[in-house]
């Protein structure tokens, strides 16, 4: 029978455990590093008389590696991760095992494609949801949910009753909210018991043009903000709502910025996003036609249901030189200490940033490449940009960039850096911002990048006419792909 001796302590406080029937010698200490409620830190008062689990010894000697160290060892290669998350649960150390084999904090400079995720069937995702905390990911194909753990293994999958879901995003841990372009209502799934568990319609008897109302996007985080769902429905005669329901009861709460007509000014909002800490609600839509790109952005305010800022592009601000150079996507980075809207403008391909502090009706300012050699020009139609852990990640169709400030102590870094241009306050310190192309040709050569989203330290990428979703960390082994089957 093979002995493993793991002690490095006095032998009174060496414990023997025969996993499989394997022999390994630890300590009580290290045993109970595991939390008070594991498996493992009742059995560290064993002493030296063996306590037999049927268990594998070869993962069980990974979990003790990761007990006296915190980190993985080289040999958890050799077994898939679900493999060793089902032990961890096993022995109640799945948190420790999820701290060892968290990724590296998502740099954005540094990331690069380390998995693809493939649905089994109908696998073009047309829309996906990421895990703020964890990383896991779920996504809508074909009228289906698939949902997939932090270990981005397959965890399941849900047939719903719509044809094509084209929102999502998670209400609870296990409860996903969805809507269709085509199919009226918000819906509630069960994830993890594959049901429907409710639906919220917005009506009005008052108004017999309020019926058969879609649903164009969906907000729903988390945290101390998440006490209400917000979506915005769109009904066959353009009238249009964003409508609060509540978490508790799954009712329509109240309406926000009832509109009507096909004006751009008051079409339905086709991003929604909570400004967590202020309370604020950020709609925003965007048109494309045969002259170019129009749209609004607005800041609500859901407790008082009125506007606090807005802005219409193309025809608002001071900027003539700017003028019919409207954006093509935009995003908001709500964390402190510096919350801002970021925009990428569909001619120019520009980068404008608003402070979030400093709102006005001309609050832009636009990051600027210092090197003539490195400035796109490809501009920024069909952009996509999304903000993350302090990071603008921007999709072009020649690839994706990632702009990240840089701290304002470090002259020699902002010496070099991409600036935001001078405006008005020439002589106000502005912020400075680092460019970088992280999308290498053989992965721009996949297709343009349709959607973004992080979750824990990833970015998830989908693309157009691509099946499956792209998972990006900053990573080692950057460069690898490995796929994940259902």
Avoid at 251 to 258: K, L, Q, V, Y
Wanted: proline share 5%.
């Amino acid at each position: 029978m093979e002995s493993h001796d793991t002690s490095t302590t006095q032998p009174d406080d060496r414990v023997e455990l025969n996993v499989g029937g394997v022999i390994f010698q630890t300590t009580a200490s290290t045993l109970r590093s595991g939390g008070p409620d594991s498996l493992l830190a009742v059995l560290s008062g064993a002493g030296r008389r063996p306590i037999f689990i049927d268990r594998d010894p070869e993962i069980f000697s990974v979990l003790l590696f990761i007990l006296r160290t915190g980190s993985l060892p080289s040999t958890a290669r050799r077994f898939p991760m679900r493999e060793l998350a089902e032990e961890g649960l096993y022995y109640g150390i799945e948190p420790l095992l999820r701290a060892a084999a968290a990724p590296r904090p998502l740099i954005g400079f540094d990331a690069a494609p380390v998995a693809d995720i493939r649905p089994a069937a109908d696998g073009v995702a047309t829309a996906f949801s990421a895990g703020a905390e964890d990383g896991s990911l779920w996504i809508a194909h074909g009228g289906q949910i698939s949902s997939y753990d932090w270990t981005l293994s397959h965890a399941g999958t849900v047939r719903t009753h719509l044809d094509d879901i084209t929102s999502l995003r998670r209400a609870w841990q296990d409860v996903a909210v969805v809507g269709s372009a085509e199919s009226p209502g918000l819906h509630l799934y069960d994830t993890a018991r594959g049901r429907h568990i409710g639906a919220v319609h917005w009506t009005d008897a008052s108004d017999p043009r309020v019926y058969k109302a879609t649903v164009s996007a969906i907000a729903a985080d988390p945290g101390s903000d998440g006490d209400t769902i917000y979506a915005a429905f769109e009904c066959p005669h353009r009238e249009n709502c964003i409508l609060a329901v509540d978490r508790a009861t799954l009712r329509p709460s109240g309406e926000i910025g009832r509109l009507s007509g096909s004006s751009i000014k008051s079409t339905v909002a086709t991003k929604l996003v909570t400004v967590r800490g202020r309370g604020l609600l950020f709609a925003s839509a965007v048109s494309a036609g045969a002259f170019g790109y129009s749209g609004y952005m607005r800041l609500w305010d859901p407790r008082t249901r009125e506007a606090v800022w807005e802005t219409t592009e193309p025809g608002s601000g001071r900027s003539s030189t700017r003028f019919g150079d409207s954006f093509a996507d935009a995003d908001v980075d709500w964390e402190e200490p510096s919350p801002a809207i970021y925009k990428v403008c569909w001619k120019s391909g520009d980068v404008g940033v608003a402070d979030l502090r400093m709102l006005g009706d001309d609050p832009w300012v636009y990051l600027e490449e210092r090197s003539a050699g490195l400035r796109s020009d490809s501009g920024g139609e069909g952009g996509i940009l999304h903000c993350y852990k302090k990071q603008v990640f921007v999709s072009r169709t020649e690839g994706l960039e990632v702009w990240s400030p840089i701290d304002e102590r470090d002259e020699e870094e902002r010496a070099a850096a991409v600036v935001v241009a001078a405006g008005a306050e020439e002589e106000q310190r502005k912020p400075a911002f680092r460019r970088n192309f992280v999308d290498r040709v053989e992965h721009a050569a996949r297709g343009v990048i349709r959607r973004m989203e992080g979750g824990g330290d990833r970015l998830f990428v989908s693309r157009e006419g691509a099946e499956g979703v792209e998972v990006w960390e900053s990573s080692d082994s950057v460069g690898t792909i490995a796929v994940t089957p259902d």
